[in-house]
C-alpha cells in the first residue's frame, strides 16, 4: 500500500487519543507500584547490587534483552534499515548470538566461579587493582554520558507525542525510574525490565501484524521490497561498502565489538550475577539470545515498512516515528509509544545501577583503603540518586554536544578490543601476568586510537586493536613476574578438571 | 590483499563454517559443567541443547537472506 503525501500524517497531527493516554498512565503507575513493591526486599548491598543472588533464569534472559534494546535500536536501527535492509539485523544476529552463547557457556560460570559482582572485580583478581580501576572508571563515564541521552530521548519522545517540555520530561522520568531503582535496587530494575521487554514485543508485533496487512500481505510486501530495492533483503553488504562492509561486520563486530560487550558489559551481566544458581544464570542468557532472533521484528521491521510503504521522510531516523503515526490505529499508537519509553527505561535503570556498583566497589574500594563494606548499601543509594541526577543535568548537554558524546563512544571502542584480549587470555590460560595486562591495555588502547585517527573504519580499528592486544599480551607475559596467586583454578576457565 | 575487493559469497561460507566451529565448541563442553547448580538433571536443562536451536536457527536464518 502506499500512502500519497496529501494521506499521510506529519508529527504535529494525530493528537493523543484518551485511550492512549490511559494505557500510558497505566504503564507508569503499573512500572512505580512493582519497583516499589520489591524495596522491602533490599536489607544489604548484595540485596540491592545482585538482588539478593535471587533472580530466575526467565526473569535474567528478559532483563537482558530489555537492557540490550536502548535509544539507538529504536529509532537508530529503524532508520538504518530504512538505508541499508535487512543487513541493519547483523546487530542483533550475527553481532549477538555466537557471544551471547559463549557468555553462557563460559564467561558466566567463570565469574560465578570467581564469586565476583562485576567484570572489574574479576579483572582486579586476574590481573591488578589499577586494571580493576581504569576498566570501571571509563565504563562509568561514558554511562554516565549514555544515560542522558536516553533521558533526552524519552523527553523529545515526550514532547513528540504529549508536547510536554523537555525539562518536565527529563524529571518526571528521572524521578520515576529513581523511584524504584534507588528503593528495589537491581530486583526492582530486573522486574520492570520484564514487563518493559514484554510490552515491546507486543507492540513489535502489533506493527508487524498491521503493517503486513496493509501491504497486501506477506507475499505483497516481499514483492514490493525486493523489486525496488533488491538489495535489501541481503544480509550481508559488499566488501567496500563504505559504513557496514561484510568483513568489517564478521571480524570487526562479530568477533571482538560483540564478544566485548556480551563478555565484559556490567550492565548485562550483572543481572546474570544476581541469580539463585548458577544454571539459571547461563540459561538466562541463552533464553535472551532466542529472545534477540525476533528482535529485528520490533527494530527493523518499521524501517522496511515504511519503505514499502514509500514514507515521505525527511531524514531516515523518522521511518519509526512515521510508522507509529501512518499504521497505527488510536489506542496501539499509545501502545507503541509507552513501548519506546520501556526500552529508554529499561537501559537507564539498569546502567544506573551498574555504574553505582562499580563507583561503590570498584573504584570506592580499591582507592579508599579503609571503605567500609558494611556502608555499601548507604553509598550504593547514594550514588544511585547522584548519577541520576548527574544524567538529568548532562542531557541537555548531550543533546547540545553531541561531538563529546561521540568521542566518549569511541574512547569506549578504542577500549574494548585491548579489554576483550585480557579476557580471553586472562580466563583461558595461566600465562597473562598481571603487569603484560596493564601495559596492554594502556598500549593497545593507544594503538587503536592512532588506527582510528589515521581514518580506518571503526569496525577494523576493533578487530586490530584486538590482534595486537593479543599478541602483546603473549609476548609481555613471557617477561614480565607470574600472577603471585600460583593456583589460578577459580580465576580460569577449565571445565575438563573437576576442582 | 585488499579487504574491499573480497566477493560477497565468502561472507555466507565464513558465517557457516563459524557457526559449524560454535556447534562443535558447545558439545566440547562437559556434561557436568553445564548442569553446575541445576535444580534437577532433566534433559531441557542441557542448556547445550539450546544453543544448538539457536545455532540452527541462525543458519536457516543467514541462508534465506542469503
Redesign the interface.
Known amino acids: 500500500m502506499q500512502l500519497y503525501p496529501e494521506q499521510q500524517k506529519t508529527a504535529d497531527e494525530s493528537p493523543l487519543h484518551p485511550l492512549d493516554l490511559l494505557i500510558i498512565v497505566g504503564y507508569l503507575a503499573l512500572i512505580t507500584f512493582v519497583g516499589l513493591r520489591l524495596a522491602g526486599r533490599v536489607r544489604s548491598a548484595r540485596d540491592f547490587f545482585l538482588a539478593g543472588r535471587t533472580l530466575s533464569w526467565w526473569v535474567i534472559g528478559l532483563s537482558i534483552i530489555g537492557t540490550n534494546i536502548g535509544a539507538n535500536s529504536y529509532v537508530g536501527a529503524a532508520g538504518n534499515a530504512f538505508t541499508i535492509g ?1 543487513a541493519q539485523a547483523n546487530f542483533e ?2 553481532g549477538a ?2 557471544a551471547m ?2 557468555a ?3 564467561f558466566i ?1 567463570l565469574y560465578w566461579k570467581a564469586g565476583v559482582y562485576s567484570i572489574p572485580e574479576y579483572l582486579g583478581l586476574r590481573y591488578n587493582q589499577t586494571v580493576r580501576v581504569v576498566a570501571a572508571l571509563i565504563t562509568s563515564v561514558v554511562a554516565v554520558f549514555a544515560i542522558g541521552v536516553a533521558l533526552w530521548a524519552i523527553a523529545l519522545t515526550l514532547q513528540t507525542y504529549l508536547g510536554w517540555p523537555i525539562w518536565v520530561g527529563i524529571t518526571v522520568t528521572g524521578t520515576i525510574v529513581g523511584a524504584y531503582s534507588i528503593a528495589g535496587g537491581l530486583a526492582a530494575v530486573a522486574f520492570t525490565d520484564m514487563f518493559q521487554v514484554c510490552i515491546m514485543f507486543l507492540g513489535g508485533l502489533v506493527i508487524v501484524g498491521l503493517g503486513i496487512s496493509q501491504t497486501g500481505g506477506f507475499s505483497g510486501f516481499v514483492e514490493t521490497l525486493i523489486s525496488e530495492n533488491p538489495n535489501h ?4 553488504l ?3 561498502h563504505e559504513s557496514y ?6 571480524f570487526g563486530l ?1 568477533l571482538v565489538l560483540s564478544p566485548a560487550y556480551w563478555w565484559a558489559g556490567q550492565a548485562i551481566l550483572q543481572r546474570s550475577l544476581g541469580a539463585r ?4 544464570a ?2 538466562g542468557m ?2 535472551a ?2 529472545g534477540k ?1 525476533f528482535v529485528p521484528l520490533l527494530i527493523v521491521f518499521p524501517g522496511l515498512l515504511a519503505l514499502v510503504m514509500h514514507a515521505q521522510i525527511e531524514y531516515p531516523d523518522m521511518a519509526l516515528p512515521w510508522i507509529i503515526k501512518n499504521v497505527l490505529p488510536p489506542g496501539i499508537s499509545g501502545l507503541m509509544f509507552i513501548a519506546i519509553i520501556a526500552a529508554l527505561q529499561s537501559t537507564i535503570d539498569s546502567s544506573v545501577n551498574s555504574t553505582s556498583l562499580m563507583l561503590t566497589r570498584d573504584v570506592r574500594h580499591v582507592l579508599i583503603k579503609n571503605a567500609d563494606p558494611a556502608n555499601d548499601l548507604k553509598i550504593g543509594r547514594l550514588l544511585t540518586l547522584f548519577l541520576l541526577l548527574l544524567s538529568m543535568c548532562t542531557a541537555p548537554l548531550v543533546a547540545e554536544m553531541g561531538g563529546i558524546f561521540t568521542f566518549l563512544q569511541t574512547i569506549l571502542s578504542l577500549f574494548q578490543g585491548p579489554m576483550l584480549a585480557l579476557l580471553i587470555l586472562g580466563a583461558f590460560t595461566r600465562r597473562a601476568t598481571p603487569q603484560a595486562g596493564l601495559w596492554t591495555l594502556i598500549s593497545g588502547v593507544i594503538v587503536a586510537s592512532a588506527t582510528s585517527y589515521a581514518g580506518v573504519n571503526m569496525l ?1 580499528v576493533a578487530f586490530s586493536s584486538f590482534i595486537y592486544a593479543l599478541i602483546a599480551l603473549w609476548v609481555l607475559s613471557g617477561v614480565t613476574p607470574p600472577h603471585p596467586d600460583k593456583d589460578l583454578s577459580h580465576l580460569t576457565y577449565s ?2 578438571s ?1 576442582s | 590483499m585488499d ?6 559469497e ?3 561460507y ?2 557457516i563454517f ?2 559449524l566451529c ?1 556447534f562443535a ?2 558439545w566440547f ?2 556434561r ?8 534437577d538433571q532433566s534433559r531441557w ?1 542441557d ?2 541443547l ?2 544448538s536451536l ?2 540452527v ?2 543458519l536457516v ?2 541462508a534465506v ?2
Do not use: C, K
Not at chain 1, 233 to 236: C, D, E, F, P
Not at chain 1, 245 to 250: C, D, H, K, M, T
Not at chain 2, 3 to 8: E, I, K
Open positions: 535487512i544476529w550475527i548470538i555466537p552463547i559463549i553462557a557457556l563460559v560460570p533483503l541481503q544480509a550481508y559488499p566488501a567496500d562492509p561484510w568483513p568489517g561486520v564478521i562479530g544458581t548458577q544454571w539459571d547461563s540459561a541463552m533464553f539470545a532466542f532472533i577494523y571445565p575438563w573437576r | 579487504l574491499a575487493n573480497l566477493p560477497l565468502w561472507a555466507n565464513l558465517s563459524g557457526f560454535l565448541l558447545v563442553i562437559p557436568h559443567a553445564v548442569f553446575e547448580d541445576a535444580p536443562r542448556i547445550r539450546w544453543a539457536l545455532i536457527l541462525q536464518i543467514y537472506f542469503n
